[in-house]
């Protein structure tokens, strides 16, 4: 699949997001910052990423939270993950939100999520008036055991 990439601001420290590893999943996704954002325990931001993007339909891009920075540090992605549809053009912003007990600073250049392209499928709503029986049935948080 291609993605178009387009840098916000003309600026020659926007990093286009790549692949880390030969096998990786997700592309990392970088600050674009003016100053550094300090996030206080359970506080949350907003940080630009200095891009815009455009891929085919059928697709979304997800936001994903980077694993060590979640487990380091407790920062991770609060609508996780967060979703772009493939007719979205605007500036990829991301909400990270501290969930450790100190402060955490993003600096310009910081890797703060990830990107991963992933198919959708789009779904037929019919109107029904009875649903099929199911073992389950409406057992519902917690009803298939821990």
């Known amino acids: 699949m291609k993605v178009k990439v387009k840098i916000v601001k003309s600026h020659n420290r926007v990093e286009i997001p790549r692949y880390e590893s030969e096998n990786a999943s997700g592309m990392d996704l970088k600050a674009f910052l003016d100053t550094p954002v300090s996030i206080p325990p359970l506080g949350r931001v907003k940080i630009p990423t ?8 059928g697709y979304e891009a997800q ?4 694993s060590g920075l979640a487990l380091k540090t407790g920062l991770t992605v609060l609508n996780s993950p967060g979703t772009i549809d493939a007719d979205y053009r605007g500036d990829i912003e991301i ?24 198919p ?13 029986q199911s073992i389950r049935g409406s057992g519902g948080f917690g009803s298939t055991g821990i």
């Open 63 to 66: 936001i994903r939270p980077r």
């Open 95 to 118: 909400i990270l939100i501290n969930l450790g007990d100190q402060d955490i600073t993003i600096n310009d250049g910081d890797r703060i999520a990830q990107l991963v392209f992933a």
């Open 120 to 132: 959708i499928c789009r779904a037929q709503i019919i109107i029904a008036d009875k649903l099929s």
């Open 50 to 57: 200095g891009i815009k993007i455009e891929f085919q339909k």
